[in-house]
């Protein structure tokens, strides 16, 4: 086996005429299995020690093409990972003679390892250890040069995979290299690795550096330009076809690789040094890329002349020509979104008090002010603009694919970043903790309505001094709480700064939420746990369920077929054409009861596959399972006048669904072809009651659902009864031509 050299990260041609190189397609694809992966690299790495269930592949340092197929089964968690791109994955990472015998040949483990970990999430510390350890191979804590030569053609093999133009960074890396060996010894330790490597902007980018704690540091990423485009620091124009340059997501600050170590200049403050400072506005100008826009001060357009031209405001958002924000200084006012925005000069810091032992419940870091104190220690604390009503952003970046990353980045531009809080890091502990003083703020949860009642939980648990009204921004797909509260089903790539607007003039609701208890029959074997223990949206049994749990245990199995709403669409088709011939509820009614405080249902009547219990109007994407009620049908009456269950059919047929009535309302699926009618709007379920509390009592194992997530339920006693109402912001009312139509 010939020794992979240091260009190890250049594509090798593949010996076998029928297999392809690599080629623009299988990075998508590979990345698609990638974002789905529950291990790390160092995990798989362990099944081929010495005793380990893999062990029998590796030969030395080596593994085979088998070998190989089976490291990446591990690590995706799948089975039917493509053939043909795994033999092109292979043949990437090898330098073989073409007379070799397939049967031969190998590539280098490590290899292997040093390049997924590069792409997988984590710490760039953490990832520049590891590849360290990974090519130490006698542990004496020093590699030459040529294995530091390998670890930068990995790094070099990962560049390339993320779309960048790698002329940038090999530059880069060479001078790296040169610092670190400063005594021309030819080793490097792991301490000046480390320490050259996280002093190393590109490289850091590179490792998936994707927050930063000190207030003036760039968030930098690596990004493609359309247009020309010229660096804040050498003035000249960024080149290449592929992402050519790293550019500042706060504050839109842009360089070259190479000009990123170059001492440039700092990011905008994000707050005030004392509270003296605050209430004191004031324009923070970046010079540049401003060609084609209109000058806010004169009206006259900003021309480019081949270098930096122009300005604008990181908080205002606002274009001027130099001369014109040279003179007359305004007060910054924050622009369109001023009713939203927490400015620098609204956040000072204060002596931190002794540590409170009392935690708020939420998950995620050891102490919640941790992401909201200074370099020396200090706690943030925010005195906010008058006649202003902060916004508190939750971001999941892993909701609706990169959606989730994208809508980070864009709101950590239009407001101060110290207010969008990404959920990935300590959950919304830290900006609950952060806000909790304030007594007139909105929260955006940008995800879908998993993360809704994630962060309705945190605020339940938070015993915050006022509960604030919750917008949605909604990622992927189905989002029926968004749906009903006039969000939509799904962001689509629409302007950031309309739909704040939006929250701007949205108005204010209350959504009863229930708390269910499922208690096993005694002598039953356990079921899958239990999801959630409240519910938002729905409860259901029978038909739905089980075409949501065949979905949900396909997704598991094969996260990569999922990755579309289209795709979702037809998959839900073909369980649900699948349930249709197998009818594995039918008789539904023999084998549970139903109780609406304390009014037993009759359902002998019904040939019922499934029952569902709706606290919204939406279901499953949109579908309205009780149905529209003609406004001249409803009494009119409040929820106080309401009974505590209604049964008559006929005063069923005119009562309404409202979010905020204290009340759930039930209704009876005769099968898999009418929910398919439900869904396309033809046709309503069968309303069976209206209830302020329901006891269920299942005979037999049922699959159940809470709020989409299914699990299969042996035989039990479920009691659903209301637990409070949370404050949620209604979208207003859409245009029709609009994007958020109201469904």
């Known amino acids: 086996m010939q020794a992979v050299s240091a260009e190890a990260g250049a594509m090798s041609t593949p010996t076998n005429p029928e297999v392809k190189e690599l080629n623009p397609v299988d990075f998508?694809?590979?990345?698609?299995?990638?974002?789905?992966?529950?291990?790390?690299?160092?995990?798989?790495?362990?099944?081929?020690?010495?005793?380990?269930?893999?062990?029998?592949?590796?030969?030395?340092?080596?593994?085979?093409?088998?070998?190989?197929?089976?490291?990446?089964?591990?690590?995706?968690?799948?089975?039917?990972?493509?053939?043909?791109?795994?033999?092109?994955?292979f043949r990437s990472f090898q330098n073989s003679e073409p007379t070799q015998?397939?049967?031969?040949?190998?590539?280098?483990?490590?290899?292997?390892?040093?390049?997924?970990?590069?792409?997988?999430?984590?710490?760039?510390?953490?990832?520049?250890?590891?590849?360290?350890?990974?090519?130490?191979?006698?542990?004496?804590?020093?590699?030459?040069?040529?294995?530091?030569?390998?670890?930068?053609?990995?790094?070099?093999?990962?560049?390339?995979?993320?779309?960048?133009?790698?002329?940038?960074?090999?530059?880069?890396?060479?001078?790296?290299?040169?610092?670190?060996?400063?005594?021309?010894?030819g080793t490097v330790s792991l301490e000046e690795w480390v320490e050259g490597g996280m002093n190393n902007v590109p490289l850091l980018v590179l490792l998936g550096l994707k927050m930063t704690q000190k207030d003036g540091q760039h968030l930098w990423r690596m990004k493609h330009f359309n247009k020309p485009?010229?660096?804040?620091?050498?003035?000249?124009?960024?080149?290449?076809?592929?992402?050519?340059?790293?550019?500042?997501?706060?504050c839109k600050y842009t360089v070259h690789g190479r000009c990123a170590n170059r001492n440039p200049g700092p990011c905008t403050r994000t707050y005030?040094?004392?509270?003296?400072?605050?209430?004191?506005?004031?324009?923070?100008?970046?010079s540049g890329?401003?060609?084609?826009?209109?000058c806010e001060k004169c009206q006259k357009k900003i021309k480019s002349y081949q270098g930096l031209?122009?300005?604008?405001?990181?908080?205002?958002?606002?274009?001027?020509?130099?001369?014109?924000?040279?003179?007359?200084?305004?007060?910054?006012?924050?622009?369109?979104?001023?009713?939203?925005?927490?400015?620098?000069?609204?956040?000072?810091?204060?002596?931190?008090?002794?540590?409170?032992?009392?935690?708020?419940?939420?998950?995620?870091?050891?102490?919640?002010?941790?992401?909201?104190?200074?370099?020396?220690?200090?706690?943030?604390?925010?005195?906010?603009?008058?006649?202003?009503?902060?916004?508190?952003?939750?971001?999941?970046?892993?909701?609706?694919?990169?959606?989730?990353?994208?809508?980070?980045?864009?709101?950590?531009?239009?407001?101060?970043?110290?207010?969008?809080?990404?959920?990935?890091?300590?959950?919304?502990?830290?900006?609950?903790?952060?806000?909790?003083?304030?007594?007139?703020?909105?929260?955006?949860?940008?995800?879908?309505?998993?993360?809704?009642?994630?962060?309705?939980?945190?605020?339940?648990?938070?015993?915050?001094?006022?509960?604030?009204?919750?917008?949605?921004?909604?990622?992927?797909?189905?989002?029926?709480?968004a749906r009903c509260l006039r969000w939509g089903g799904g962001y689509d790539g629409e302007d950031l700064s309309r739909i704040l607007k939006d929250i701007e003039g949205s108005s204010q609701v209350l959504m009863d939420r229930w708390s269910v208890q499922v208690i096993p029959d005694e002598n039953q074997e356990k079921g899958d746990p239990v999801p959630y223990e409240i519910i938002n949206n729905y409860f259901s049994i029978g038909v739905d369920a089980s075409i949501a749990h065949r979905f949900h245990t396909m997704r598991e199995k094969h996260p990569q077929k999922f990755n579309s709403r289209m795709k979702n669409k037809l998959w839900y088709f073909e369980f649900a054409t699948s349930e249709t011939i197998s009818a594995s509820c039918k008789k539904l009614s023999e084998s549970l009861t139903i109780e609406c405080s304390g009014t037993p249902l009759d359902l002998s009547s019904l040939s019922l596959e499934g029952v569902a219990v709706l606290n919204i109007p939406s279901m499953h994407g949109g579908s309205n399972l009780w149905g529209e009620t003609k406004k001249g049908d409803t009494k009119g009456m409040t929820s106080q006048e309401e009974p505590e269950v209604i049964v008559d059919p006929e005063i069923l047929k005119v009562t309404s669904q409202d979010l905020s009535d204290r009340r759930l309302e039930v209704v009876g699926l005769e099968g898999a072809m009418e929910m398919g009618q439900i869904y396309t709007g033809l046709k309503s379920a069968v309303r069976l009651a209206k209830t302020s509390q329901i006891t269920i009592r299942v005979k037999k194992a049922l699959p159940m659902q809470i709020d989409g997530e299914p699990w299969m339920q042996p035989p039990c006693t479920i009691h659903i009864t209301h637990k409070n109402q949370a404050s949620m912001l209604m979208g207003p009312q859409a245009k029709s031509s609009g994007f958020f139509n109201y469904k």
């Open 101 to 185: 015998e397939d049967s031969a040949k190998e590539v280098f483990l490590k290899d292997v390892s040093c390049y997924f970990s590069l792409l997988e999430d984590g710490q760039p510390r953490d990832k520049l250890e590891f590849a360290f350890k990974l090519y130490d191979r006698d542990g004496n804590g020093v590699l030459d040069s040529s294995e530091v030569d390998r670890i930068i053609a990995q790094m070099m093999h990962a560049a390339e995979y993320l779309g960048w133009d790698v002329s940038e960074l090999r530059p880069v890396l060479k001078d790296m290299m040169t610092a670190i060996d400063a005594d021309s010894s």
């Open 272 to 286: 005030v040094k004392s509270k003296k400072e605050t209430g004191v506005p004031a324009h923070d100008w970046v």
């Open 28 to 89: 998508i694809q590979l990345q698609q299995y990638i974002e789905y992966c529950s291990l790390k690299v160092k995990d798989v790495l362990r099944e081929f020690d010495a005793d380990g269930r893999l062990a029998r592949h590796r030969h030395g340092e080596c593994i085979n093409e088998e070998g190989f197929r089976l490291f990446l089964k591990t690590y995706l968690g799948v089975e039917d990972f493509p053939v043909d791109l795994c033999q092109r994955l």
């Open 289 to 294: 890329n401003c060609d084609s826009r209109k």
């Open 309 to 481: 031209t122009g300005k604008h405001c990181v908080w205002c958002h606002t274009m001027r020509h130099d001369a014109c924000a040279d003179q007359d200084p305004t007060e910054c006012t924050c622009g369109p979104l001023r009713d939203h925005v927490l400015p620098p000069w609204a956040i000072y810091p204060v002596v931190k008090e002794r540590q409170n032992n009392v935690k708020n419940g939420c998950s995620g870091s050891t102490d919640d002010s941790e992401l909201n104190t200074t370099p020396d220690g200090q706690v943030l604390q925010i005195s906010p603009v008058p006649n202003t009503h902060p916004l508190l952003v939750f971001v999941n970046p892993k909701s609706g694919g990169k959606q989730g990353e994208r809508v980070l980045r864009k709101l950590q531009y239009l407001l101060n970043p110290r207010q969008v809080h990404n959920l990935c890091n300590g959950g919304p502990g830290p900006g609950l903790s952060f806000f909790r003083n304030l007594q007139d703020y909105r929260i955006l949860v940008c995800g879908g309505d998993g993360t809704v009642g994630w962060i309705l939980d945190a605020i339940d648990k938070s015993n915050l001094l006022v509960r604030p009204p919750v917008a949605v921004l909604p990622l992927g797909t189905g989002n029926d709480l």
């Open 229 to 250: 485009v010229y660096c804040n620091v050498c003035q000249s124009m960024l080149l290449g076809l592929r992402k050519q340059g790293l550019c500042c997501t706060c």
